[in-house]
């Protein structure tokens, strides 16, 4: 069948020791309980696993949608089936670059925007700590 890597899912438990992930039950507890999923719609890690299953590599590895996930974890606390949903984004997104689906320049840009995110979070929470604490001094350390 055209499109179909029946290697894919091999491929990837190879990183994960050995272990696949085709113990997932499609419960959806990982894609409801997902930060992400909740304002970007096309966005399910249910359904990237699935793909993953199926042997969709190209499909999955060429997809934008690989990169939207924020990496915090909650899919594989919550996973009754101990699908460890962030390791197996961070393999796929590297074996997305080391295939050639993305270019390495796509990572120096998401890590730009990495760093400006992590100074607006900062700056944002400073902000919250002393609109709700007014006794506190802005100041320099």
Aim: glycine share 4%; aromatic share 8%; hydrophobic share 35%.
């Amino acid at each position: 069948m055209e499109g179909i890597d029946t290697r894919f899912k091999y491929e990837v438990a190879k990183h994960l020791n050995g272990r696949l992930s085709t113990n997932c039950d499609t419960c959806g507890v990982c894609s409801s309980s997902c930060p992400v999923a909740e304002y970007v719609e096309e966005f399910d890690p249910r359904r990237i696993i699935r793909m993953i299953t199926l042997g969709y590599k190209d499909r999955v590895l060429g997809s934008t949608t690989i990169w939207y996930c924020a990496l915090c974890n909650t899919c594989t606390v919550v996973c009754p089936q101990d699908v460890r949903f962030k390791e197996v984004i961070e393999i796929i997104r590297k074996m997305a670059v080391a295939e050639k689906y993305v270019s390495p320049s796509f990572l120096d840009d998401l890590d730009q925007i990495e760093k400006e995110c992590q100074v607006y979070r900062c700056e944002k929470i400073a902000s919250r700590i002393l609109e709700l604490n007014p006794e506190i001094k802005k100041g320099k350390i």
